[in-house]
């Protein structure tokens, strides 16, 4: 079984200097684990679970995205924490300390739209983060020089489980008529 969820990527610089920052984490506060790839950053807008990914869950939840007219917002990670994991390795993620009100409005509306399209999903509320990488060092949370974009789009990406991989499955503007 793969993951589905939709997701907001970072544009390549901003991620790029994300794996930077958390090499030069590694270092100074002595973790062993490798960086998330830059090409597999993002936040997760909203998590569809573990499925038996079939044309017909996929067909449904594109049809929804394309239903979602949120306009394009900034987003910013300005914070450093370290989450509780139930293993060993805990994920060290940017935060926002104050998630964008126009962010928190695309969440409702894509859970709106996967409701009406019969999508079954996990119906978590937003928790908008990034994971540099896991390690079994806790970090405490802290504030950080801010990783800010324009997020102009948002993804559907299959998570290949065990490989380590991401598969965009559908790409949908913010701020369509």
Same mark, same amino acid.
């Given at each position: 079984m793969d993951t589905l969820f939709f997701? $907001?990527?970072? +544009? +390549?610089?901003?991620? !790029?200097?994300?794996?930077? @920052?958390?090499? !030069?984490l590694r270092l100074d506060l002595g973790l062993r684990a490798k960086p998330t790839d830059a090409a597999r950053l993002h936040v997760t807008?909203? @998590?569809l679970g573990a499925v038996a990914t079939d044309a017909e869950i996929v067909a449904q939840a594109s049809r929804a995205a394309g239903s979602v007219r949120s306009p394009p917002f900034d987003l910013t990670l300005d914070m450093l924490a370290s989450f509780r994991a139930r293993g060993? %390795?805990?994920?060290? /993620?940017?935060?926002? %300390?104050? /998630? +964008?009100?126009? #962010?928190?409005a $695309?969440? $409702?509306e894509l859970c709106e739209a996967l409701r009406s399209h019969a999508v079954q999903a996990d119906w978590r509320g937003l928790v +908008?983060? $990034?994971?540099?990488?896991r390690d079994p060092v806790a970090v405490p949370e802290q504030s950080i020089a801010p990783f800010? =974009?324009?997020?102009?789009? @948002?993804?559907?990406?299959?998570? #290949?489980?065990?490989?380590?991989?991401?598969?965009?499955?559908?790409? =949908?503007p913010l701020g369509r008529q």
């Open positions: 997701a $907001l990527y970072p +544009p +390549p610089e901003l991620a !790029r200097r994300a794996v930077e @920052f958390a090499e !030069r807008l909203h @998590f060993r %390795q805990r994920p060290l /993620v940017l935060m926002a %300390q104050r /998630v +964008p009100p126009d #962010l928190q $695309l969440h $409702l +908008p983060h $990034l994971t540099l990488l800010q =974009w324009t997020v102009r789009d @948002f993804v559907l990406i299959r998570s #290949l489980v065990g490989q380590g991989r991401h598969m965009l499955l559908g790409r =949908w």
